[in-house]
């Protein structure tokens, strides 16, 4: 089948565009021209004239040179005959391996030599022909020379076969970029590229060998010693490496490209972007490619496209008719040569290979470049390590860009498209370069290789170099991200730049924080970073929620490493004041009461000079200052210019009163776990002490009160509140869970323990804790304690206690009796003014705590006579009431006995006063009368 479709059927040719091709049933081949030196060796003896050296690419106007290299192409061809397909083969195959071309052809030489004096007849019959062609060669060195010289695509300025510039004739280009821009256009052009290079690898291999039958025969071959020195030293060099260039274009012809995953692609164009490169030309596709070879890829995107720009410049498409398929094909030809020719300033295929992701080909192309081609060796280590690092081979990657390190500054790829300096760069390329390599390693999760390329560069750096601060923010960053803080540490230290040692040192506390290392982060020195860690770890603490992060306690066992306790106690503050403002909730309670507490201990380590903090006072919220403007009030008026921040200072006794206010909230909340206590703003002392009251425990109002110097009489009175419901509701009342009432808050109160033969109800207790109140904070009954608990208890229509009403009458009888007339307990009142009477008059003087009764030689004593009065007169006006007029009668004759008894004891005084005046007189001695005082 494939036989009958591929017999020839007709051959067509167009006069306008020289096209000539071989009609098959099965498809077209294209007929091209030949080039020159395929003309010298593919055709046989004879064909080849002279004069057709005169065209490209020989151009030989002499006569006799052309004659020379005619026959000289006679002998390329006996060689090309006499070579078996398995030595061809062999030959590439060692090129393949890296084997100098003199070392490969060597060894063939020498079997030719050989067999040729054996019995191999037609080996001696090609010695024999070799050496009459090389006699009748006038010249041999220069026809050789003219032959190089015509496969040097360069035209022996390697300098000036660069890319050509994009910003050409745009219209012209835009039309010729088409030319030979199909998907059989590329086909073409492919197929004569590989064939090109084939045949003039061909013409290498054999030139060198016939080089080195030239150099065996010696005189034989009529070379002098002049041309057999020139022979070795310049033109076998030269053959063997453009044998080399002619293998790579060979092998790029036809090795195979890998088909890349989309996000392949992705991935690599970021990692493009990541260095800034400058656009590498990819091109745009005309078609689909499914497979093919790397020069068909590479035509397929930017080749094409700078063969376009290439071809805008040719003289032979301005002709009419264009030779499309003659003189334009070899152009095109030979431009794709001179695109690959890997012996000149550009690095087009490398590039191209590295955007599309064909690593491997591209580790490839340069192994076989590296062993003698000195052209773009720092580019081609750039590529190189590319490869590696997208292989996972990062250590071999790293190597290579620190080998390319040295030709930044001269070659075309690493100055112009990866670095692209500024004058003031240019000093330091190296560094550069490397900066630009670890932004590709960044890529790539390799952070140790990261630090050491990263230390290479610092290393390499002039002391001014504006990159080092960052390489030392990239050493700081990746040891931070492995682990490994000393380092870090000592890298965040060496950075020269103020701003990014800030910046890392902010990213070190806050990576140590994540991870919880608060200790290995407290232990650090930070020799003159001391300010900077405190401001910011300051700034997180305040920035940051409550709930996720807490740096307070980092900053609080910073200043306690230190020994700045009053710091430390100040943080503690802080933290204290924002959970109770920010965060309700019983845990937070608890977690300010702790930070309270710290404060205070380390306030008393500090010198009780310095036992004080600075608490800041806003003058104005964030959220008031959204709301007005900066410059005018509300009404419209000129704003005043912004005071200072005032400060307020906090002692350590105002400290532990904040404390005691939190530690009474807990205490509440713990008594009655009501969700209302835990919320809502920090409580006054006025409201704490009223709320602990209501629940009871008054061992914790009491001292609040003390604390803040708060007067004790709502304390008194509540708990006679007390006292007296738990009287009314008689026996004691049970509650859920088997609590009783009263012992519910009785328990959190110290109570007196008092032994007794009857069981104790909870009201007994609770008079026992009133009782002792009374006799612990008004022993004298001077602060009003015994008269707010009474005027409390009469108020609530309960009857004074007989413990109390005799302390009372003890600590102040008349202020009982007015308030038993406020209440008008008049019977009660009538019986305290008589015991009171009788107490005056020396019968039971010690229940009324007076220090001397009614007598002529005792001190004064007296009788509250406006109250009692005011008892008599209600009495008496009280119609009708006969149980008030018998007391009115009883008091009124108590009175009555109390005056006589009045009268005689001022008689009684009187006598004594002059008794004592007369005998004061005999003894001429002055007396006053004044000194005695009247009852």
């Not at 195959?93 to 054996?118: C, K, M, R, T, Y």
């Not at 590296?370 to 081979?393: K, P």
């Not at 007391?887 to 009268?903: A, G, I, P, T």
């Amino acid at each position: 089948y494939h036989q009958v479709a591929g017999r020839p059927l007709g051959i067509a040719s167009d006069e306008s565009t020289a096209m000539v091709c071989l009609v098959k049933k099965g498809g077209v081949s294209f007929l091209r021209p030949c080039d020159g030196l395929e003309h010298l060796y593919l055709t046989p003896q004879g064909v080849c004239q002279p004069q057709h050296l005169s065209a490209p690419p020989f151009n030989i106007t002499d006569d006799k040179l052309c004659r020379d290299v005619v026959l000289l192409g006679d002998c390329l061809r006996l060689i090309r005959d006499q070579l078996a397909p398995d030595v061809v083969s062999a030959v590439e195959q060692d090129l393949f391996h890296l084997e100098s071309p003199q070392n490969i052809v060597e060894p063939l030489v020498n079997n030719v030599i050989s067999e040729a004096g054996d019995v191999d007849q037609s080996s001696a019959d090609v010695i024999s022909s070799l050496e009459s062609s090389l006699q009748t060669i006038i010249d041999a060195p220069r026809a050789i020379d003219a032959v190089l010289q015509a496969m040097d695509v360069t035209g022996g300025d390697p300098e000036n076969l660069a890319v050509p510039d994009l910003a050409g004739e745009p219209m012209r280009q835009l039309s010729l970029n088409h030319v030979f821009g199909s998907s059989v256009g590329h086909a073409v052009l492919e197929c004569s590229a590989r064939q090109l290079a084939t045949a003039r690898l061909g013409v290498c291999r054999d030139l060198l060998l016939l080089q080195g039958l030239m150099g065996r025969m010696g005189q034989r071959a009529s070379l002098s010693q002049d041309s057999l020195n020139k022979l070795q030293s310049d033109l076998v060099p030269r053959t063997a490496q453009l044998m080399q260039v002619y293998y790579l274009l060979t092998w790029v012809a036809t090795a195979t490209y890998t088909h890349v995953p989309s996000n392949s692609l992705d991935m690599n164009l970021r990692q493009l972007q990541a260095m800034d490169i400058s656009e590498l030309g990819t091109g745009m596709p005309r078609y689909l490619m499914t497979e093919g070879t790397l020069l068909a890829l590479f035509l397929h995107g930017v080749g094409g496209q700078q063969l376009g720009n290439l071809l805008a410049g040719s003289e032979e498409l301005d002709q009419d008719p264009c030779p499309l398929w003659g003189s334009v094909l070899q152009a095109a030809v030979l431009y794709i040569l001179q695109l690959l020719y890997p012996m000149s300033p550009s690095s087009l295929f490398p590039e191209f290979l590295m955007t599309k992701c064909q690593y491997v080909q591209l580790q490839e192309y340069v192994r076989l470049l590296d062993s003698w081609c000195v052209w773009n060796t720092s580019s081609r280590r750039f590529f190189l390590g590319a490869a590696h690092l997208n292989c996972g081979e990062p250590h071999k990657a790293v190597d290579c860009f620190l080998q390319g390190v040295h030709g930044v500054g001269s070659e075309d790829f690493l100055l112009n498209k990866l670095l692209q300096p500024t004058d003031q760069e240019l000093p330091h390329l190296p560094v550069l370069y490397l900066v630009k390599v670890l932004r590709l390693l960044e890529q790539f999760e390799v952070p140790e290789l990261v630090i050491s390329l990263a230390n290479s560069a610092i290393g390499m750096a002039q002391p001014n170099d504006p990159n080092i601060p960052m390489l030392w923010s990239k050493v700081f960053k990746y040891h931070l991200e492995l682990g490994h803080n000393n380092e870090a540490y000592a890298a965040m230290t060496a950075n020269p730049d103020h701003t990014r040692r800030k910046d890392c040192l902010r990213q070190f506390i806050v990576v140590l924080c994540d991870r919880s290392q608060l200790q290995t982060l407290v232990e650090f020195p930070y020799v003159g970073l001391h300010d900077e860690v405190v401001y910011i770890i300051e700034s997180r603490a305040r920035s940051v929620d409550l709930t996720a992060h807490n740096y307070y306690d980092l900053l609080y066992a910073f200043h306690i490493y230190r020994g700045s306790y009053r710091k430390a106690g100040s943080t503690m503050y802080e933290y204290g004041l924002r959970l109770g403002r920010e965060l309700p909730g019983v845990k937070s309670l608890q977690k300010q009461a702790k930070c309270y507490l710290a404060a205070i201990n380390t306030l008393r380590l500090v010198d009780p000079k310095y036992a004080w903090i600075v608490k800041p006072v806003k003058v104005e919220t964030a959220t008031e200052e959204g709301r007005v403007s900066p410059k005018r009030d509300y009404n419209g008026d000129n704003r005043l210019p912004n005071k200072k921040q005032q400060v307020e200072i906090l002692e350590l006794t105002e400290l532990e009163k904040e404390y005691m206010l939190v530690l009474a909230r807990l205490h509440l909340i713990q008594k009655d776990p009501d969700p209302a206590h835990a919320t809502g703003p920090p409580l006054t002392a006025e409201e704490t002490v009223a709320l602990l009251v209501q629940a009871g425990l008054f061992d914790n109002a009491v001292s609040v009160s003390q604390a803040f110097r708060l007067s004790l009489v709502p304390v008194f009175e509540g708990l006679a509140s007390k006292c007296v419901r738990l009287t009314l509701n008689g026996p004691d009342v049970q509650k859920a869970g088997g609590r009783k009432e009263g012992f519910d808050w009785l328990g959190a109160n110290d109570i007196p323990f008092t032994h007794t033969s009857k069981p104790i109800t909870a009201a007994d207790q609770a008079w026992q804790l009133l009782q002792a109140y009374l006799e612990r904070f008004d022993l004298t009954g001077v602060k009003g304690y015994y008269k707010s608990v009474a005027n409390k208890l009469l108020s609530l229509g309960a009857p004074l206690p007989t413990w109390l009403e005799r302390a009372y009458k003890e600590k102040n009888a008349s202020e009982l009796l007015r308030l038993y007339l406020n209440f008008d307990l008049l019977e009660e009142a009538c019986h305290l003014v008589g015991e009171y009477i009788d107490a005056v008059m020396g019968k039971g003087t010690e229940y009324f705590g007076l220090k001397s009764a009614l007598h002529a030689t005792s001190p004064s004593v007296w009788l509250p006579y406006t109250a009692i009065d005011h008892l008599l007169y209600t009495l008496r006006t009280a119609e009708g009431n006969s149980m008030y007029a018998k007391l009115h009668l009883e008091l009124s004759d108590k009175l009555q006995v109390y005056h006589r008894n009045v009268e005689r004891v001022s008689q009684d005084m009187v006598q004594t006063a002059l008794q004592k005046a007369a005998r004061h007189t005999k003894h001429d001695t002055p007396f006053n009368l004044s000194t005695f005082g009247r009852t």
